[in-house]
Nanobody, 123 residues
Framework: HVQLVESGGGSVQAGGSLRLSCVTS????????MGWFRQAPGQEREGVGV???????SYVDSFEGRFTISRDSANNTLYLRMNNLKFEDTAMYHC??????????????????WGQGTQVTVS
């Protein structure tokens, strides 16, 4: 059973940048979807962006151009680079993975394995 551990969150001023990391235990899935999601207090968890087993990333429109997903397959690490952070980006950020042929940001409830999250606070 794969495990995910996020890190890299913290407090940052508006306009700043952060890079979040999600280290996964080893897995041999060839067809999967990994993603970054966030949840602010009192709000539902929402998708930020996803990346499939072939390395194709896609984003929720509101994050396109500001946030970038990348991965280091050799080190089993998924990244989320966040630039020009805004107050409304304050949230707990989670990574998730699901063995699947699909890979969509709005399939939040279909992801079965989640990390514990890392807090991002923008002031």
């Amino acid at each position: 059973h794969v495990q995910l551990v996020e890190s890299g969150g913290g407090s940052v001023q508006a306009g700043g940048s952060l890079r979040l990391s999600c280290v996964t235990s080893e897995y041999t899935y060839s067809s999967y979807c990994m993603g970054w999601f966030r949840q602010a207090p009192g709000q539902e968890r929402e998708g930020v962006g996803v990346i499939d087993g072939e390395g194709k990333a896609s984003y929720v429109d509101s994050f396109e151009g500001r946030f970038t997903i990348s991965r280091d397959s050799a080190n089993n690490t998924l990244y989320l680079r966040m630039n020009n952070l805004k107050f409304e980006d304050t949230a707990m950020y989670h990574c998730a993975i699901e063995v699947a042929a699909w890979c969509f940001t709005d399939y939040v409830t279909r992801f079965g394995t989640w990390g514990q999250g890392t807090q991002v606070t923008v002031s």
